[in-house]
Nanobody, 129 residues
């Protein structure tokens, strides 16, 4: 399973960006693959990684960090195994490396299951004044 991110860059405060994250490699012979959730975390220099937004999908909850509520929106395209993070009204403090994640379950032909999380490579978002 691989997650490929795109969409980061350098923008000015108040601008918008949209990050994309696409999952591939979900085909397992004789097994079923299901994505339980997708989301984004970020890590700013000198700070701990934090959850930005997460989507359980299928009518499940969507969670946002308090600092991004009302500005960021996570949207999933289930047909494309893709998650988008629409970021509006960007602030200087949004500068960070953004990492996409996906939680998934693989069930084999006899019903045994394995759950795991995969991460994208990270994409830099820099907001300047």
């Amino acid at each position: 399973v691989q997650l490929v991110e795109s969409g980061g860059g350098l923008v000015q405060a108040g601008d918008s960006l949209r990050l994309s994250c696409t999952l591939s490699g979900s085909t397992y012979s004789g097994s079923t693959f299901s994505i339980n959730s997708m989301g984004w975390e970020r890590q700013a220099p000198g700070k701990q990684r934090e959850l930005v937004a997460g989507s359980s999908g299928g009518g499940g909850p969507t969670n946002y960090a308090d600092s991004v509520k009302g500005r960021f929106t996570i949207v999933r395209d289930y047909a494309k195994n893709t998650a988008y993070l629409q970021m509006n009204s960007l602030k200087l403090e949004d500068t960070a490396v953004y990492y996409c994640y996906a939680d998934y379950t693989i069930r084999d032909s006899i019903g045994a299951t394995m759950g795991a999380r995969s991460w994208g490579q990270g994409t830099q978002v820099t907001v300047s004044s």
